[in-house]
């Protein structure tokens, strides 16, 4: 059962306008979320993260936005870059319940960002 | 480099046989984990060791699977009788501290597992 879904496979935007990633959840007890970045032949690298206690977060050109009553996150990249196509994986932790050591994954949206 | 190390990056067997792959954490991280990924699909969570102590392991865990790290250093993942639902990327991560404390997982690049 997927508790951390992302329902667009992939998204191709323009050089220079917004990127926009969309995630959906399903557990309520989850408390915590993360972005993933992995590049073809490399393990994920953390991007950026949000705590439920907030409903935005900001780190350059990126910001996640978090909606607990639709249970909806977003990822915002403004403006892309070339560089930013890759896999974006969106992740999340009950960090009460489990202790932070398990992590759940979404199924990852491939960005191509277009010359 | 000195980052996740995984090994072999690449494992080719046959049904049946036994496999084992090797992870070397960042120096200083006391925290390791173990994820598996399959085509199409984001990482799972396999297990997860505080120094040498498995403090957690997922029910995707089967009693064919063992994972060690006896020095509280390298970690080694063993799957026993390979089925060829086991063919999957193997994802080692680690980290300094817990997601709670602020912690960030640093992922190597994974062990890819045929089995035929």
């Known amino acids: 059962d997927q508790q951390v879904k992302q329902n667009s496979p992939s998204l191709s935007v323009q050089e220079g306008r917004i990127s926009i990633l969309n995630c959906d959840y399903t557990?309520?007890?989850?408390?915590?979320f993360l972005w993933y970045k992995k590049y073809p032949a490399e393990g994920p690298t953390f991007l950026i993260s949000i705590s439920s206690i907030k409903d935005k977060n900001e780190d350059g050109r990126f910001t996640v936005f978090l909606n607990k009553s639709a249970k909806h996150l977003s990822l915002h990249i403004v403006p892309s870059q070339p560089g930013d196509s890759a896999v974006y994986f969106c992740a999340a932790s009950a960090l009460r319940e489990t202790g932070a050591n398990n992590l759940f994954f979404g199924t990852g949206t491939r960005l191509t960002v277009i010359p | 480099d000195t980052g996740v190390s995984q090994d072999p990056r690449h494992k080719i067997t046959k049904r049946g046989q036994n496999v084992t792959f090797r992870c070397d954490p960042i120096?200083?991280?006391?925290?390791l984990y173990w994820y598996r990924q399959t085509l199409g699909q984001g990482p799972e969570f396999l297990t997860y060791f505080q120094n040498e102590a498995q403090l957690e392991k997922s029910r995707l865990l089967s009693d064919r699977f063992s994972a060690e790290r006896p020095k509280g250093s390298f970690s080694t993942l063993e799957i026993q009788r390979t089925e060829q639902g086991d063919s999957a990327m193997y994802l080692c991560?680690?980290?300094?501290?817990?997601?709670?404390?602020?912690?960030?997982?640093?992922f190597g690049e994974g062990s890819r597992l045929t089995v035929l």
């Open positions: 991560a680690s980290s300094l501290a817990g997601l709670n404390d602020g912690g960030e997982l640093f």
């Open positions: 557990n309520s007890m989850f408390d915590y």
């Open positions: 120096s200083e991280h006391n925290r």
